[in-house]
């Protein structure tokens, strides 16, 4: 039964770049505790939702937050000394750690220790913004500590507890859901014209080479059936970032090829883009569990080998590996039901129950007698002496969780001119990661 209350539930979520932020807001309104506006009413009270942007390289634009299209009732950029700080003054119900492995550990030893005698506390919940095919362990090992550790599919649930339960760690925080962001209306037929789409990736592959080759592959395709829509569905626009670093974008890799009219670059939102779609390709997006989501033909490429480093070793058994040559000549791949329905892929209508599970958790947890324990993360300066510490001096903290002496902004807000010289500083550091440094990068390969 949802919680008679006349105060809607509050959630916090931190996140350090777009698709993280896509990921942990659409999360938090998945996960949101059930709660009537008065006892006997029925009516539903919408939770109120805060953004934090963790201030770094991958920190969205507007246009990019935009893009998302997830309303947020307040959103602003913060260090995560001051996200702390922020965790003292409002209290939350849940809370929403979208973040790098390194992040979400540095802010689990944090928030431990402001938290330190407190009765309450809010839910802690995190987890993976896509598939999970490398550092699995890593990853894995760096988020335990929070409350609700998500697993957007039955494998990856199983893979998770395995990984905590073998090194002794408690594996009960996991907690199988899917995708958040899975949706729209199922595929029903081909559309005029017929659209072929290649779901572009920031960083796979990364060299000129093979990113070049791809590019020249779609091209190809669209002179061959100048009868399609041929679409290369970007990320990101030149000088945005994201989760992973774009050295190369295909946008100017494409400014040196003459396409055909029935080629064209696009972006815009997944889900929208989707809609259009009668052929999704990619090597290894995220995008391929949308496509398979609502049934679109799908196809995940072999041309550059089947290889982790490519993260399409992933799909091994899904009956969506293929090649150009395939394609071009006609081909269309057919998904296995029984891998389709390990990945979290509803496509058999059971996506509205995916995550009644942590919602019912988070619930009780909030509605129970008694208090929150203590967040207990597996690394502490015992385990990983050699280890954590470096972890945590990356955001300013000492191995114990509190800002290190020096810290910057660690105990007030910061003033005007802080604020000017901040952003001024933030613009440089983020031309010299995305412009100079590729630049350097490939001088040094000459």
């Known amino acids: 039964m949802p919680v008679s209350t006349a105060n809607p539930p509050r959630i916090a979520v931190l996140a350090d770049s777009d698709t993280r932020w896509k990921w942990g807001a659409l999360t938090a309104t998945r996960i949101a505790p059930s709660m009537e506006a008065g006892a006997g009413s029925g009516a539903q009270v919408a939770p109120v939702l805060d953004g934090f942007l963790l201030r770094g390289r991958a920190t969205p634009t507007p246009r990019q937050l935009a893009e998302v299209g997830v309303h947020a009732d307040s959103l602003s950029e913060v260090t995560a000394l001051e996200f702390l700080r922020a965790m003292t003054r409002t209290p939350y119900d849940v809370l929403v750690l979208a973040l790098v492995g390194g992040g979400v550990q540095a802010i689990l030893h944090g928030l431990k220790r402001i938290w330190e005698g407190r009765t309450e506390r809010p839910v802690v919940v995190t987890g993976y913004v896509g598939v999970v095919y490398e550092k699995l362990a890593d990853g894995l090992l760096l988020r335990h500590g929070a409350d609700l550790v998500l697993a957007n599919s039955r494998q990856d649930a199983e893979r998770f507890r395995a990984v905590y339960e073998g090194v002794g ?71 945005e970032h994201t989760t992973h670093i774009e ?106 129950t995916a995550f009644d599970a942590a919602r019912e958790r988070i619930g009780k947890a909030l509605g129970g007698p008694g208090r929150l324990p203590p967040l207990a993360p597996y690394y ?15 955001h300013h903290l000492g191995p114990d969780g509190s800002p290190l002496p020096g810290a910057p902004a660690a105990d007030r807000e910061p003033g005007p001119v802080r604020q000017i010289v901040r952003r001024a500083a933030r613009g440089a550091y983020r031309h010299g990661v995305q412009r100079v440094a590729p630049v350097i990068r490939r001088m040094g390969e000459l």
């Open 169 to 239: 760690a408690d594996a009960s925080s996991v907690t199988e859901v899917a995708l958040p962001f899975l949706g729209g209306s199922p595929y029903t037929g081909e559309h005029d014209p017929y659209t072929v789409v290649f779901a572009a990736q920031p960083s796979v592959p990364e060299n000129r080479r093979d990113r070049t080759y791809l590019l020249d592959r779609l091209v190809r395709h669209a002179r061959l059936h100048p009868e399609r829509e041929v679409l290369l569905k970007l990320r990101s626009k030149p000088g």
């Open 247 to 352: 050295e190369l974008p295909y946008q100017k890799l494409a400014q040196k090829l003459d396409p055909p009219p029935n080629f064209r670059l696009v972006y815009g939102n997944m889900g929208e883009v989707l809609d259009r779609t009668d052929l999704m390709v990619t090597v290894s997006s995220t995008a391929a569990l949308e496509s398979l989501h609502r049934r679109v033909p799908t196809v995940v490429l072999t041309d550059l080998g089947v290889r982790e480093a490519l993260g399409n070793h992933h799909f091994v058994g899904s009956g969506c590996l293929a090649s150009w040559d395939q394609l071009d000549a006609g081909h269309r791949p057919a998904p296995d039901e029984e891998w389709v329905a390990r990945q979290g892929v509803a496509a058999d209508g059971s996506y509205a």
């Open 380 to 394: 502490t300066p015992a385990t990983a002496p050699g280890y954590l510490p470096g972890i945590l001096a990356r």
